[in-house]
């Protein structure tokens, strides 16, 4: 069936980076953009970024300009997501997500990866 | 930035209750207006798309309606599956989701 399965939980000092991977399988994986969105504990949704999986350059929400980093490798159908310098601020859950279009809705969400940076 | 602003922010509502939830975008997005339902520790699921447009799979209890800038998400007898958080997105520039509304036990 259609998913995006993603890495499991991260524990980071502050300062540090993290990496966390999105595999989808069950549809052509260039025929869909990938997402980036966290949630802080108890907090709404945040988009991060967008990736095409064909081709192109990623667009990241400009609060993150600097600080991630979005890849694909189309030989394992796998996306990845990098932050570095990480703060307290960051902990939260991070989830990827597909769309047909780069102007269409979010259909499936991947599981869920929660990051904690903490001293 | 387009601002997405929904109302209210909780929602106190019994079994077999009509309930709606607004959002309002800061600006026109064009019929390009997603709803999501999201319970505790899981991922968000898409109910509905362009503002009115049932995703496959969602019970026809869910609706959508709205344009411009003024959206509804209705939910036309509450079953007990429904309580959770809805948010709405727009992906009309970039991408933007409303604070969320918590549907709650009465």
């Known amino acids: 069936q259609v998913q995006l399965v993603q890495s499991g939980a991260e524990v980071k000092k502050p ?33 991060m970024g967008i990736i095409n999986p064909s081709g192109g350059s990623p667009n990241y929400a400009q609060n993150l300009q600097g600080r991630v980093t979005m890849t694909r490798d189309t030989s394992t159908s796998t996306v990845y997501m990098e932050l570095s310098t990480l703060r307290s601020e960051d902990t939260a859950m991070y989830f990827c997500a597909r769309s047909y279009g780069d102007r269409d809705a979010f259909d499936i969400w991947g599981q869920g990866t929660m990051v904690t940076v903490s001293s | 930035d387009i601002q997405m602003t929904q109302s209210p922010s909780t929602l106190s509502a019994s079994v077999g209750d009509r309930v709606t939830i607004t959002c309002r975008a800061s600006q026109s997005i064009s019929g390009r207006l997603a709803w999501y339902q999201q319970k505790p520790g899981k991922a968000p699921k898409l109910l509905i798309y362009t503002a009115s447009t049932l995703q496959s799979g969602v019970p026809s209890r869910f609706s959508g309606s709205g344009s411009g800038t003024e959206f509804t998400l209705t939910i036309s007898s509450l079953q007990p599956d429904d309580f959770a958080t809805y948010y709405c997105q727009q992906y009309n520039h970039f991408w933007t989701f409303g604070q969320g509304t918590k549907v709650e036990i009465k």
């Open chain 1, 15 to 47: 300062g540090a980076s993290v990496r966390v991977s999105c595999k989808a399988s069950g549809y052509t994986f260039t025929n869909y953009y990938i997402y980036w969105v966290r949630q802080a504990p108890g907090q709404g949704l945040e988009w």
